[in-house]
T-cell receptor, first 116, second 115 residues
Framework: AQTVTQSQPEMSVQEAETVTLSCTYD???????LFWYKQPPSRQMILVIR??????QNATENRFSVNFQKAAKSFSLKISDSQLGDAAMYFC?????????????FGTGTRLKVLA | GAVVSQHPSRVICKSGTSVKIECRSL??????MFWYRQFPKQSLMLMAT?????????EQGVEKDKFLINHASLTLSTLTVTSAHPEDSSFYIC???????????FGSGTRLTVV
């Protein structure tokens, strides 16, 4: 069975600085998808970034980028030029690409605090 | 973009009564929707996969008779918490996607309080 681990329950970053959130996973599959979701105090889950396992190039979305290390089964999220609005819970998620089931497996989350 | 609407956002009910939560895909058809439960300061726990026109698939440990799921159309799935008890108080979230290769869009969630 697949597992997702986020070892940092809480992180802090100064406004305008860069922070990296860690995520590791375990799977025997060769093809899958990885996601980072943000959950602000409103509790609305917002997709931050997506990575297909078959792609070697790391995904980027504006100030958000990932460091995807497939062999190490690591999928970290880097937030550059942190803003106050980035403060939220961040969840790493794994999704199989096997036809028939596409459910997510979530990590336990990392609470990010942004200091003014 | 894909929009998922969830209602109600908050509900308070008396112990022993039933509560229905709706999840609608507004601009796409969803043959599959997912229902999650989230306890305070914890991650999302998948409860069940809702399949249009067929029975839902429940995760291990989830009581299917307590959490009734109906996915009667391509745009609507409902979760009914039957004979609710205070321990059912939680945050419930649904999700769906127009294409499974994309990330899922989540509803805004429902905070259920059973008194």
């Amino acid at each position: 069975a697949q597992t997702v681990t986020q070892s940092q329950p809480e992180m802090s970053v100064q406004e305008a600085e860069t922070v990296t959130l860690s995520c590791t996973y375990d799977t025997s599959e060769s093809d899958y998808y990885l996601f980072w979701y943000k959950q602000p105090p409103s509790r609305q889950m917002i997709l931050v970034i997506r990575q297909e396992a078959y792609k070697q190039q790391n995904a980027t979305e504006n100030r958000f980028s990932v460091n995807f290390q497939k062999a190490a089964k690591s999928f970290s999220l880097k937030i550059s030029d942190s803003q106050l609005g980035d403060a939220a819970m961040y969840f790493c998620a794994y999704r199989t690409s096997t036809s028939g089931t596409y459910k997510y497996i979530f990590g336990t989350g990392t609470r990010l605090k942004v200091l003014a | 973009g894909a929009v998922v609407s969830q209602h109600p956002s908050r509900v308070i009910c008396k112990s022993g009564t039933s509560v229905k939560i709706e999840c609608r895909s507004l601009d796409f058809q969803a043959t599959t929707m997912f229902w999650y439960r989230q306890f305070p300061k914890q991650s999302l726990m998948l409860m069940a996969t809702s399949n249009e026109g067929s029975k839902a698939t429940y995760e291990q440990g989830v009581e299917k008779d307590k959490f009734l799921i109906n996915h009667a159309s391509l745009t609507l799935s409902t979760l009914t918490v039957t004979s609710a008890h205070p321990e059912d108080s939680s945050f419930y979230i649904c999700s769906a996607s127009p294409r499974t290769v994309y990330g899922y869009t989540f509803g805004s969630g429902t905070r259920l309080t059973v008194v």
